[in-house]
């Protein structure tokens, strides 16, 4: 099987191409491989290929997403550059397509191509942990006040 990064996309809340949930990696990341995120890539991608996908995508930092018009993401959407380490955002998806599926077979130590490069991987992590303690120390005033 071989796996393809289709892009990062933006996901409109109020009109979604990847709608269905069906997987939450998030609570079994393993933060001591950042910033190789290929064990989420590869969680989501095995569970896509037992759910016969060929297309899924990423949200969230972890949220697997599936959708049956996914194929069109390219078509219909928006490219955005602010995916963090091919794992979506908010309102953002990581777009990764299955060629040559076959159910339980992805062996470990294939590579993925992941987007950007390092140091627009460096960049957008940055950020995000900027826009990260912005938004916990704005969520601490709003609780204190």
């Not at 490219?79 to 990581?94: E, K, M, Q, R």
Request: aromatic share 16%.
């Amino acid at each position: 099987m071989a796996l393809t990064y289709v892009g990062c996309f933006e996901e409109p809340y109020y009109n979604p191409l990847f709608y269905k949930v069906y997987l939450d990696y998030r609570s079994q990341i393993d933060w001591n491989t950042y910033p190789d995120m290929s064990h989420v890539i590869q969680a989501c991608a095995q569970a896509a290929v037992a759910r016969q996908y060929t297309y899924f995508a990423i949200t969230n930092y972890g949220v697997c997403v599936w959708g049956p018009d996914g194929h069109t993401v390219s078509s219909t959407r928006q490219a955005d550059s602010w995916c963090f380490y091919g794992l979506g955002g908010p309102w953002l998806v990581s777009v990764y397509k299955i060629e040559n599926p076959v159910a339980g077979k992805m062996p470990v130590s294939e590579n993925y191509l992941l987007p950007g490069t390092a140091s627009e991987l460096k960049l957008n992590s940055r950020l995000c942990i900027l826009v990260l303690s912005s938004f916990q120390n704005f969520s601490k005033r709003l609780i204190m006040e």
